[in-house]
């Protein structure tokens, strides 16, 4: 286990919260519970019917199983959904159905507050980062960084990459305790190259600046001269950020997926993640190929990000 996440894993804690699985069917999520139970990471609640959270021969002592089908908070939350998205035409009855649906089910519980956060599988949100955790790495904070966004924003504009840096920025100060220092990337460096593309990102930084003049925002940066300080030093000299980014901001998808997993695999990073941003409370996405492994670490993630949420 890498240091990131035994740090992330004992402020959980600190301050137990509690996390629903609505994949209640799947052995992984039950597993995972059982481990985060007996470890004292979080307070669990597994959705599903009882034959299918049973089925698994896994003890849930500790555990609460709900299956949505019978819970008498159903009734409450249907209310509650058909209210939400009345302006959309559902119905009381179409609510009432819908909340049958462990997903649906676990988000109405973190909107009432029955439940602290919630992991779930296909979840999509405003923007999402990757912690990558890089050993035997001095770039970044001693191999330490966020990049943003790696899953979710195919190609956002300049507004967009605007808000995806300054949650970026928020979710390293929460998740990694030090201070965010984030560059937008580009193929250019502080106007070396010309284009929409440097031109948007130019953009993004002043936005985000304006936005949260309490994070240190640069931008257009080529990779090199954002992470290594010779180069930094060189091609943006007078930069806060140039040389010494530990939060990394790609201009679309293609990009930031590329890079992320070339990070993982070539320097054999470990890379915790898409963790979502920008909700009140934490909501977190999981792989269909996820290991009951990190689903631990995903809700640890969870944990920590809500009690930011609380502070």
């Known amino acids: 286990m890498s240091d990131f996440l035994s740090r992330i894993i004992e402020r959980a804690k600190e301050d137990v919260q509690t996390i629903v699985f609505p994949e209640g069917a799947d052995r992984r999520v039950v597993e995972a519970a059982r481990t985060i139970t007996d470890q004292g990471i979080a307070r669990c609640v597994v959705l599903g019917s009882q034959a299918e959270v049973e089925a698994h021969g896994i003890a849930l002592d500790g555990i609460e199983a709900i299956d949505p089908a019978v819970s008498p908070e159903a009734p409450r939350y249907a209310e509650k959904l058909a209210e939400l998205r009345a302006k959309k035409g559902m119905t009381l009855e179409q609510a009432a159905e819908q909340v049958k649906d462990v997903t649906t089910y676990g988000v109405m519980m973190v909107y009432f507050g029955d439940a602290d956060g919630m992991t779930a599988p296909g979840v999509k949100l405003v923007s999402s980062s990757f912690v990558m955790d890089v050993p035997a790495c001095e770039l970044g904070d001693g191999g330490l960084f966020v990049f943003g966004d790696c899953a979710l924003n195919l190609y956002p504009n300049a507004e ?11 979710t390293y100060a929460d998740l990694c305790g030090g201070e965010p220092r984030v560059a937008l990337l580009s193929f250019s460096t502080q106007g070396s190259g010309k284009g929409e593309g440097p031109a948007a990102v130019r953009e993004a930084a002043e936005l985000a600046r304006a936005k949260a003049p309490e994070f240190l925002f640069d931008g257009e940066l080529q990779a090199d001269a954002a992470m290594v300080p010779s180069v930094g030093a060189s091609k943006a000299p007078g930069s806060a950020v140039a040389g010494k980014a ?14 992320y997993k070339l990070v993982q695999r070539l320097a054999k990073a470990e890379a915790y993640g898409p963790v979502m941003q920008g909700l009140a409370k934490p909501v977190s996405d999981l792989s269909r190929g996820c290991s009951a492994a990190d689903i631990v670490g995903t809700c640890a993630i969870t944990c920590v990000q809500a009690i930011a949420a609380k502070a």
Do not use: C, T, Y
């Not at 967009?160 to 928020?170: F, T």
């Not at 530990?246 to 930031?256: S, Y």
């Open 160 to 170: 967009e990459l605007s808000e995806i840096a300054v949650a970026s920025a928020r």
């Open 246 to 259: 530990n939060v990394l901001v790609f201009p679309n998808i293609d990009a930031g997926n590329i890079g």
